[in-house]
């Protein structure tokens, strides 16, 4: 397991916090090269100096690129492929949450923004990856989705409509391409402590937010939030060869909580 990633290149988008850094500190822990992508310059830096504590090795470039603009896509993935010659797999996990507000009062503009991230984004990477990895006949990728993107959360029009849009597409792609070799998978992580669940918290309550997550996670049957490392070693996993076979299907990462009554 040390070495599950032994010269095997793996490119990740929203790599800069969150979900993105954790999986890219675990898969450069087993071996991985890197292809790190993200909107924020400076937020790459820390993920690469935080790489480079836990494995000084680790050969790795950096792409500043917005996932919501297909040219730019289409740029990081030619950059990696340039770089490296090949992906070996993909983590396919850059995402916004907008802000909350019931359907009739959600922002048409905000509503098309989150969309642009998380669906539009997720699409224009599948459909530029894909191609790649049909021509090398060999490739895993897992985009994330959300338990949002599995059951209704409420006060998030754009968010649950763009991560169920993910889920679609995950079920759609991994059916089309497992006969080139390629194996597509979704994770759907609940409340898991990321700047950008903290900001979702702090939109709730700016001033007691640690005390609203406390109540946010007390109908969870673990009560707590997830780490952003446990999902990093799910996300390993579901790159690595040992999870070749588990194709257009979405894990939940949430503590159980989605199939409570």
């Known amino acids: 397991m040390d070495n599950r990633f032994g010269s095997k290149v793996i490119l990740i988008t929203g790599a800069g916090s969150g979900l993105g850094q954790a999986s890219a500190i675990q898969v450069a822990k087993e071996g991985a090269k890197l292809s790190l992508v993200d909107l924020n310059g400076a937020s790459l830096e820390e993920t690469k100096n935080k790489v480079l504590e836990v494995a000084p090795k680790t050969e790795m470039i950096l792409i500043t690129a917005n996932v919501a603009d297909e040219k730019a896509v289409e740029n990081y993935v030619n950059e990696t492929v340039k770089y ?11 995402g916004i949450e907008g802000k909350q507000n019931l359907t009739e009062d959600f922002g048409i503009d905000e509503f098309q923004k989150v969309v642009s991230v998380n669906l ?10 894909l191609k790649v990895m049909r021509e090398q006949g060999f490739g895993s990728i897992v985009n994330t989705a959300s338990v949002g993107g599995i059951r209704g959360v409420g006060s998030q029009s754009g968010y649950a409509a763009s991560k169920h849009g993910v889920v679609g597409l995950t079920r759609n792609s991994g059916i089309e391409y497992g006969q080139y070799g390629i194996s597509i998978k979704a994770i759907a992580p609940g409340a898991i402590m990321t700047p950008m669940v903290e900001g979702s918290l702090k939109q709730i309550d700016p001033e007691n937010w640690e005390e609203v997550g406390k109540q946010f996670v007390e109908p969870n049957p673990m009560k707590r939030f997830g780490k952003p490392e446990e999902v990093g070693y799910l996300v390993a996993f579901l790159l690595s060869e ?8 979405v894990i939940p990462i949430d503590g159980g909580q989605s199939y409570k009554y």
């Open 120 to 129: 539009n984004g997720v699409f224009y990477g599948l459909k530029h990856v």
């Open 242 to 249: 040992q999870a070749d076979f588990i194709n257009a299907t």
């Open 84 to 94: 490296f010659g090949k992906i070996d797999g993909f983590f396919n996990n850059a």
